[in-house]
């Protein structure tokens, strides 16, 4: 079965950090076309993060995160990381990673998620 499970999630105060992760079981994380973190808070869409993309190995982030969130692999681990510095208040939210597995169109499949709540 495939499997992705996130931790390192939890309560901060703004200006602090975090780092989550993320493991993959049953599915390459290196062998994806993208993989990548999301974060949804009641009553709003789920928002893309940070991403890492095959053309040209690039990484992409919300302006929201930019400068201050890092995504990063490590394919020996088949583990997927999210550093979070300078946390603010609306950071907080569920995370969620997520990969294309063996799809060329979407993100097919999705970890549980871990609770971020910054105050």
């Known amino acids: 079965d495939v499997q992705l499970v996130e931790s390192g999630g939890g309560s901060v105060q703004a200006g602090e950090s975090l780092r989550l992760s993320c493991a993959g079981t049953?599915?390459?994380?290196?062998?994806?076309?993208?993989v990548g973190w999301f974060r949804q808070t009641p009553g709003q869409e789920r928002e893309g993060v940070a991403s890492?993309?095959?053309?040209?190995?690039?990484?992409a982030y919300a302006s929201s995160v930019k400068g201050r969130f890092t995504v990063a692999r490590d394919n020996a681990r088949n583990t997927l990381y999210l550093q979070l510095n300078s946390l603010k208040t609306e950071d907080t939210a569920r995370y969620y990673c997520?990969?294309?597995?063996?799809?060329?169109?979407?993100?097919?499949?999705w970890g549980q998620g871990t609770q971020v709540t910054v105050s």
């Open positions: 997520a990969t294309y597995g063996d799809s060329w169109s979407e993100y097919k499949y």
């Open positions: 049953g599915i390459s994380l290196r062998s994806a076309f993208c």
């Open positions: 890492i993309r095959p053309a040209g190995a690039t990484t």
